[in-house]
């Protein structure tokens, strides 16, 4: 079974700085793309970054943020964080290009929590 595995989750000051990493398993295809999204309470889940297999990135929420792949599967950088940042954080996979929306995805991490407060 494929696994989306989310790391580096947490408590950060405003204006600070978090790297979020996924590390990716049992793919069995070469080309998909690795996406961002993030849920704050009682919102809904938004895109946050997508890398697709070319390389070709997608930013939907947040100029301050980077998105770039590594041999593991996908890092995103997010810097000057602000309180509006806060929520949990998920990583997805699907085949080939980018997409916007969730349910375009079906492979999905459990998610590693963002809090920026003071």
């Known amino acids: 079974q494929l696994q989306l595995v989310e790391s580096g989750g947490d408590l950060v000051q405003p204006g600070g700085s978090v790297r979020l990493s996924c590390a990716v398993s049992g793919f069995t295809v070469d080309r998909f793309a690795i996406g961002w999204f993030r849920q704050a309470a009682g919102k809904e889940r938004e895109a946050v970054a997508c890398?697709?297999?070319y390389g070709t990135k997608e930013y939907y929420a947040a100029s301050r943020f980077t998105i770039s792949r590594n041999n593991e599967g996908n890092a995103l950088q997010m810097n000057s964080l602000k309180p509006e940042d806060s929520g949990l954080y998920y990583c997805?996979?699907?085949?080939?290009?980018?997409?916007?929306?969730?349910?375009?995805?079906?492979?999905w991490g459990q998610g590693t929590q963002v809090i920026v407060s003071a």
């Open positions: 997805a996979a699907r085949s080939e290009y980018c997409r916007p929306s969730p349910s375009q995805y079906v492979y």
């Open positions: 890398i697709d297999t």
